[in-house]
């Protein structure tokens, strides 16, 4: 199979079929979605003998037990992908919302319609449910989907597959409008990072390797989740039970996500106050301390930070922690080591929580609440896509809006310009 | 020079100072504006004389005369100049809106606050008012600017450029807030366009081969100006006294601008009655007329179109002419040779104008209104930086909205994620 030839026809059909997305009525992407998640229901023995082979592969190719986690489905797992679909249909069509229609002096009235992007393209590891939550908001924001799986859930995806082009059929809308790419070739990948014409944006769902790659290559604009290097500032205006539960549920309710604590700050006013029961609370639940000098003052079995600790994404039980004079150095803390992903500060102090708001330029910034709320479905979008770490177009979770754009609409009355 | 070390560390400059004008008050940077605003007024002769130095090397080197036009300063365009400032001032602030603010169900409040891309790269050829323009627009939008002028408006720009220091410095805000390249070394751009780390956004200013160039080069992201080969459709519903109105003024108000009617695309039902009479306006303006076939057995002296012709954007007294079957084939044609930039539709037919509306995938579509209307200023926009075809982040005219980006703030009152 020549991939360049391969990958072309993907995006051609891809485009064609994305202005056929774009004009589908609610109703007609509603029936495709509902078609989409009965026909996964009832090929649940299909879907799960499909994985089945890819799971065969995927210990005979000795892949680590987390990824084998990732990619395992069962009955449970099935229907949270169908249920997952039945969501999207209840969530709100953005496509063809006017808002902001007033009148200009001149007579003529402008506003804004949201519109489908065109063409998404996404990058993705081992996840299966991935695939239909992709095609789900690709379908309800009316745009076309270009999927590209992991070559280990290749047998998964292309039976997902089936059930997303008879969804599709069933409510009358392209089969093309959600294509897979079939192929494991990871030139695939490279070929379509490069289709410009027709790719309006690509969506990487991985992580940081496929992401740094992705990023090197691309030559389509990309909405990336990057590193999520996630601060919590202790003011010393703090209240401590507030505290404690925040910090606790910032760092240790899941260890593994991009929005868990990776550094706690703390006010060198109130460090020798909260830190000793913090620790307590920390180690309960098993959490490896890290510590700067100040922090080792107060704290001695924490072992020495670095400089390296203070830019880690651990994804572990593991926390560094530093004193600092106050507010204003835990900004700059946060604007040299953070990621831009989610940062809060706990104070009862308005004037602090206001500059901490405005000042912190990241995706998500809280104050007294839980890192962990920084979510599509906690912000009330329904759905992600992912979580944007960049500025451009999107930043922060990524719902049915991040996939659209917004056009201007004029309305006349056989009006000129003077 | 060291081109590479001198670019790099006018990034680094920008970067630093981009907080500094991100936490800008709106009062700061109003005095800014006010401050430079009369700088300009105040350095009038000054900044003749600068343009006269530049003139008298455009003219040495053959320049085109067009060129020259855009370049020459003369009282009353620096007035122009400093008027512009002072309308930048009157503006709403973006930066800080909180919108959206709500309750979820897990008690914390989310929002979306409006806040500064960063560090704003503009590349722009001759016109010296585009320094004073995008300098009042990113300080209004609290970003930090790098502008890359034409080598031929190299002494304006710096004259210029004094008096944005002495303004931002009078407002206590970093002079590296705003940064003129002082090198003619082409080479500048092209590092301008790598700085990744330090540039955000790219926004080139020019003709087809800057707009290319940056296209292929930069490493940035672009918010570009292609070409505008707009259509306006005359359906067989429409009304014929605006008709004439508007499709005169689509082509004839102004000719060089982006936003003018290259193609006059016509129902058929309709042709053999309008096209007559529109021809004798457009010839008594002086318009050449190229049509298909269709249009020149309606209109003998009409050249016949080309394909190339449904290609072009003229920015001259030249309109091509198609007849079309109806809303079908005119969507059709917009969507193959149309730019994406601004379309209209002349009907009386609701059910028409609500499907141009919704299918036409441009970032202006008009329902019995000029194409000459898709213009900030027209839009209530204040002032443009430009105007976007592509899809990302922004579409249609740009102004200070466009120059920000929304996070997400979230407030609680020790609220943990379950």
């Known amino acids: ?7 072309q026809d993907i995006g051609r059909r891809a485009r064609a079929a994305a202005r056929d997305m774009a004009r589908a ?5 509603n029936r495709a979605l509902a078609a989409i998640a009965d026909n996964i229901d009832a090929a649940q023995s299909e879907l799960l003998a499909a994985n089945a082979r890819d799971l065969a592969d995927a210990r005979a190719r000795g892949l680590a037990e987390a990824l084998i986690d ?21 969530l709100p069509d ?23 992007l065109g063409v998404i393209g996404i990058i993705y590891e081992a996840r299966p449910n991935v695939t239909a939550d992709a095609a789900g908001l690709c379908i309800k924001s009316g745009n076309a989907a270009i999927l590209r ?27 093309d409008g959600v294509q897979i790419v079939g192929t494991t070739d990871r030139a695939a990948v490279g070929e379509l990072l490069r289709m410009k014409e027709n790719v309006d944006i690509i969506v990487p769902r991985g992580g940081q390797s496929l992401i740094d790659r992705v990023m090197q290559d691309s030559l389509v604009p990309v909405i990336k989740h990057y590193a999520g290097v996630c601060h919590v500032y202790i003011d010393d205006s703090a209240d ?40 307590l609370l920390y180690r309960d639940k098993g959490v490896e301390l890290r510590g700067c000098t100040a922090t080792r003052a ?18 572990a039980p593991i926390l560094s922690i530093r004193v600092v004079a106050g507010l204003d150095e835990a900004i700059d803390h946060i ?54 770490t960049d500025k451009l177009h999107a930043r922060g979770p990524v719902g049915l809006e991040g996939l659209t754009s917004q056009k201007y609409v004029v309305l006349g009355d056989g009006h000129v310009r003077a």
């Open 335 to 388: 604007y040299r080591y953070g990621t831009g992903h989610t940062d809060a500060i706990m104070t009862e102090d308005i004037t602090r929580a206001r500059r901490f708001l405005r000042e912190v330029d990241s995706s998500s910034v809280m104050v007294n609440a839980s890192t962990r709320f920084a979510d599509g479905y906690e912000y009330g979008l329904g759905a992600e896509i992912g979580i944007s």
């Open 1 to 7: 199979m020549d991939i360049t030839e391969y990958m």
């Open 240 to 279: 401590f039970e507030k505290t404690f539960a925040v910090a606790l549920n910032a760092k240790t309710h899941r260890y593994g996500t991009c929005n868990t604590m990776e550094t706690l700050l703390v006010s060198e006013a109130i460090a020798p106050r909260i830190l000793p029961p913090l620790a």
């Open 70 to 90: 990732r990619l395992t489905l069962n009955p449970a797992r099935v229907t949270a992908i169908s249920d997952g679909l039945r969501q999207i249909m209840t």
């Open 149 to 175: 799986g992991g070559s280990e859930a290749l047998h998964c995806n292309k039976a997902l597959a089936a059930c997303v082009h008879a969804g599709l059929a069933a409510a009358g809308l392209p089969a």
């Open 94 to 116: 953005p496509v063809g919302t006017i808002t902001d229609l007033a009148y200009r002096p001149s007579g003529i009235q402008v506003g804004r319609m949201r519109v489908p």
């Open 25 to 29: 009525s609610t109703a007609a992407k």
């Open 298 to 315: 107060i704290l001695p079995d924490a072992v020495l930070a670095t400089d390296e600790d203070w830019r880690t994404e651990y994804l």
